[in-house]
């Protein structure tokens, strides 16, 4: 019996959160270190802008499993994570899910991992509802006012006051409150706000 040759992939969607769970099991289903490739930080939702997952791609080869320990880890994404799958089946390779191995060729494999897919994305479509939701509501209830000013308005009032008379240019303000040029910019030529 030959030993299945895995890489595996592991994510996080903010760089708070710990990987340390998943690479404990790929490690566990015989991943080596070396071939375990990690984004910290991203959406599942989208494969833009994923060097780990791109890397783990790239690192498989014939008769090797792509391993991951929970779908929604991998895509979040119906459209993109059959893509992916297609093409990682076009190479000859095998996705594997915790100790399962799934063939995208096998009937059965590709509606288990189209059904997954969808559930996965349906996960995530369902939560950005409820943020949404519950943005409404704290903003109905006045606890979620938008993006604050980065300067208050009397510091405002002196930067318009002050570059209207000339005093000084928008590149030593921006220096000197320590913001952007945009941010000066908006200030000078934005609309004025009410006092």
């Known amino acids: 019996m030959t030993e299945t040759r895995r890489v595996g992939y592991a994510r996080c969607s903010t760089d708070e959160q710990d990987v340390q769970i998943q690479t404990e099991q790929l490690r566990a289903l015989g991943v080596p270190e070396d071939r375990i490739y990690i984004d910290r930080g991203f959406s599942g939702t989208t494969r833009r802008n994923r060097g780990g997952l791109d890397q783990a791609l790239a ?24 893509q992916i799958l297609r093409d990682l089946s076009g190479r000859g390779v095998l996705f594997g899910m915790g100790a ?15 059904t997954l897919a969808m559930v996965a994305e349906f996960e995530a479509n369902i939560g950005h509802q409820r943020t949404r939701e519950g ?24 930067i318009r006051r002050r570059y209207a008379e000339g005093e000084v240019s928008l590149a ?22 009410p006092r």
């Open 172 to 193: 030593d303000l921006a220096t000197e409150y320590s913001v952007g040029r945009s941010t000066i910019h908006r200030i000078i030529h934005g609309p004025e706000e």
């Open 59 to 82: 690192a498989v080869w014939p008769g090797s499993v792509f391993t991951v320990t929970k779908f929604d880890r991998f895509a979040r994404n119906v459209e993109e994570a059959c």
């Open 135 to 158: 943005m409404a509501l704290a903003k109905k209830n006045g606890k979620l006012k938008g993006k604050q000013p980065k300067l208050p308005e009397p510091a405002r009032r002196s």
């Open 100 to 114: 399962s191995i799934y063939d995208w060729n096998d009937p059965f494999g590709r509606l288990f991992l189209q």
